[in-house]
């Protein structure tokens, strides 16, 4: 079976200031997708980015960038010139690369950003 | 397309009545999936259909929780009779295996169960 951990349940950020929320898994695949998604206040799952584990470039969405270390089975989100919008619950997430697989989440991370 | 939409938003019902939650997923997507979310367990996976057939339910709490999936479009959980350590926010997706792979979620039903 998958397991994702998130080892820090709440971080906070100046505004403009740039962070790094930290994920890793375990699993026994090979080839997977890794995701993080955000869940504001408004309760909405929203999906940040995407990767997939056999590209060794890591994603970059605007402001998202993952970093993506196979070996380390590590998916960290970086998140540059934070926004007040960003505060919100953070998911990583697993999902086997057969698709219509269920997603496995971590716990969250609850990231505050504050002005 | 309105995504995925679930009903009620909000529910609060007394411990051993009967609570159904109900779920449209975005048309053309094959596989569907409830999700229960709580401060102590996180998001956990409930039960899963692709094709509209059950393909894992080893989520669901116990017999008291049920789902279908009658037709493409329409899927329900219900707990019967339901308790206070039902208490969660159940969110439904849905995903369509011959696309991105991403699952779209919807806005969840805040369950109380006083």
């Known amino acids: 079976a998958q397991t994702v951990t998130q080892s820090q349940p709440e971080m906070s950020v100046q505004e403009a200031e740039t962070v790094t929320l930290s994920c890793t898994y375990d699993?026994?695949?090979?080839?997977?997708?890794l995701f993080w998604y955000k869940q504001p206040p408004s309760r909405q799952m929203i999906l940040v980015i995407r990767?997939?584990?056999?590209?060794?470039q890591n994603a970059t969405e605007n402001r998202f960038s993952v970093n993506f270390q196979k070996a380390a089975k590590s998916f960290s989100l970086k998140i540059s010139d934070s926004q007040l919008g960003d505060t919100a619950m953070y998911f990583c997430a697993f999902m086997k690369w057969a698709g219509n697989t269920p997603l496995v989440f971590g716990k969250g991370t609850r990231l505050s950003v504050i002005a | 397309d309105a995504g995925v939409i679930q009903s009620p938003r909000h529910e609060v019902t007394e411990m051993g009545q009967e609570v159904t939650l109900r779920c449209k997923p975005i048309s053309g997507h094959n596989s569907l999936f409830w999700y229960r979310q709580t401060m102590m367990r996180g998001l956990e996976l409930l039960i899963y259909f692709n094709n509209n057939v059950p393909i894992d339910d080893s989520g669901m709490p116990e017999d008291r929780f049920s789902a279908k999936m009658p037709n493409a479009s329409f899927s329900t959980l219900k707990i019967q009779p339901s308790e206070p350590r039902d208490s969660a926010v159940y969110f439904c997706a849905s995903s369509f295996s011959g696309g991105s792979t991403e699952a779209f979620f919807g806005q969840g039903t805040r369950l109380t169960v006083v």
């Open positions: 990767q997939e584990a056999y590209k060794q």
């Open positions: 699993t026994s695949e090979s080839n997977y997708y």
